[in-house]
């Protein structure tokens, strides 16, 4: 498959347990944040967003949680099944640019 | 189905023999953007466009060429390929820049010798 981070930090969890992934974004003024999840050999999937007037999203088995202070954001993923085994990484944006910024991501390995 | 198109998916070619990649999206998007992946540096933005004739360079535009004639296509054009420019490519469109979701295309695995 692709090695799409060879140096990636990686998260390994057992299956069914939860999983925390976290991600430092560089600019407070960054107003909207992505979680994306990456396959080998697949192009980035979404999997949740949220604004930066929000401190808490929730979608199916996965929580998004926003901490302006500390300009820290993390993704939650319930009871983590196999197929939950990726690479997952963060995206920001800002008022007034035209870029997403994106994290260099963390590896999830899902253990049986 | 709402979806990226990226053509081709792999190639392999050799340096100096001008190639391009083509991109397509299906959902009207205004925003649209090519971005280059490698090992430990993660998506890197080679140029943008954020609508008809308006494009502009990313982080790491050397190298490469856009044109943006039609909403939906946004081709990315090597005009001399070198070696450093082997990485897997990818488009991607967006309604407009943090209006939602980014989509993404499949990638496209360029090799330069």
């Known amino acids: 498959g692709e090695s799409v981070g060879l140096h990636l930090p990686t998260l390994s969890v057992q299956e069914g347990d939860n999983s925390i992934i976290n991600c430092a974004y560089s600019n407070s003024a960054s107003d909207y944040f992505i979680w994306y999840k990456q396959e080998s050999g697949k192009g980035p999937q979404f999997i949740i967003d949220?604004?930066?007037?929000?401190d808490k999203r929730q979608g199916q088995r996965v929580t998004v949680l926003l901490n302006k202070t500390v300009k820290h954001l993390s993704l939650q993923i319930a009871a983590t099944q196999p197929g939950d085994s990726a690479v997952y990484f963060c995206?920001?944006?800002?008022?007034?640019?035209?870029?997403?910024?994106f994290g260099t991501g963390t590896r999830l390995k899902v253990l049986a | 189905e709402a979806q990226v198109t990226q053509n081709p998916r792999y190639l392999i070619t050799v340096t100096g023999k001008k190639l391009t990649v083509t991109c397509s999206q299906n959902m009207n998007h205004e925003y649209m953007s090519w971005y280059r992946q490698d090992p430990g540096l993660g998506l890197r933005q080679i140029y943008y466009?954020?609508?008809?004739?308006?494009?502009d360079k990313g982080d790491v535009p050397e190298g490469y060429k856009v044109s943006r004639k039609e909403k939906r296509n946004f081709p990315l054009i090597l005009e001399s390929p070198s070696p450093n420019q082997t990485s897997l490519y990818f488009c991607a469109s967006s309604l407009m820049v943090g209006s939602g979701e980014l989509f993404f295309g499949e990638g496209s695995r360029l090799t330069v010798l």
């Open positions: 466009s954020m609508n008809v004739e308006v494009t």
């Open positions: 949220i604004r930066s007037n929000m």
């Open positions: 995206a920001e944006t800002r008022p007034g640019t035209y870029k997403y910024i």
